[in-house]
């Protein structure tokens, strides 16, 4: 199975900073690779789909990019409702795999 | 109201067998594909399983092949996953989710989840 593995693990941030998570993929995907958000005892939110495509009603600050095995989720200006962990899984092969998730805290 | 309802969690002994539901209502079932997401306490998401929207495909967790089956009945807009032989290791909180894109991991709806517990 393609293992998908995140950085940062977790990092700290405060509101309005700019911050930046990577998604690197055990072998190239290119680029199918979805990006979820989850809040504590939620269920996980979509963002970005297909790297870059941003699911309708996401707020713009949320961006996504990358291809084949490096990808990244950048989120502008943090919002309080941003802090979160988030998940990135790659959609190319089955079975399907999940980042192992990067929590923002403040 | 567009909304995925999983039921059928619980406390459940080593090696017996236990079926989810999800009912799914405000969206033409049938016309998407399903999957069921899981979440260990406290840990990450696991791809579990998803079924094509006419059940004509199934694809599995490497964790879970061979034991669980995913299945759908379009007539009653309910998703189900029979998990036989559990172990410890399946203990999780089991969402079912919509997908948005046709044969893409973007899951545009997830239920609440249904928690079971394998001790």
């Known amino acids: 199975a393609i293992q998908m593995t995140q950085s940062p693990s977790s990092l700290s941030a405060s509101v309005g900073d700019s911050v930046t998570i990577t998604c690197r993929a055990s072998q190239g995907i290119r680029n199918q690779l979805t990006w979820y958000q989850q809040s504590p005892g939620k269920a996980p939110k979509l963002l970005i789909y297909?790297?870059?495509t941003l699911q309708s009603g996401v707020p713009s600050r949320f961006s996504g990019s990358g291809s084949d095995t490096d990808f990244t989720l950048a989120i502008s200006s943090l919002q309080p409702e941003d802090f979160a962990t988030y998940f990135c899984l790659q959609d190319f092969i089955f079975p399907w795999t999940f980042g192992q998730g990067t929590k923002v805290e403040i | 109201q567009v909304e995925l309802v999983e039921s059928g969690g619980g406390v459940v002994q080593p090696g017996r067998s236990l079926t989810l539901s999800c009912e799914a209502s405000g969206f033409t079932f049938r016309n998407y594909g399903m999957h069921w997401v899981r979440q260990a306490p406290g840990k990450g998401l696991e791809w579990v399983a998803v079924i094509w929207y006419d059940g004509s495909k199934k694809y599995y967790g490497d964790s879970v092949k061979g034991r669980f089956t995913i299945s759908r009945d379009n007539s009653r807009n309910t998703l189900y996953l029979q998990m036989n032989n559990l172990r410890g290791e399946d203990t999780a909180n089991y969402y079912c989710a919509k997908e948005g894109v046709r044969f893409l991991g973007a899951f545009d709806m997830w239920g609440q989840g249904t928690m079971v517990t394998v001790s």
């Open positions: 297909a790297a870059s």
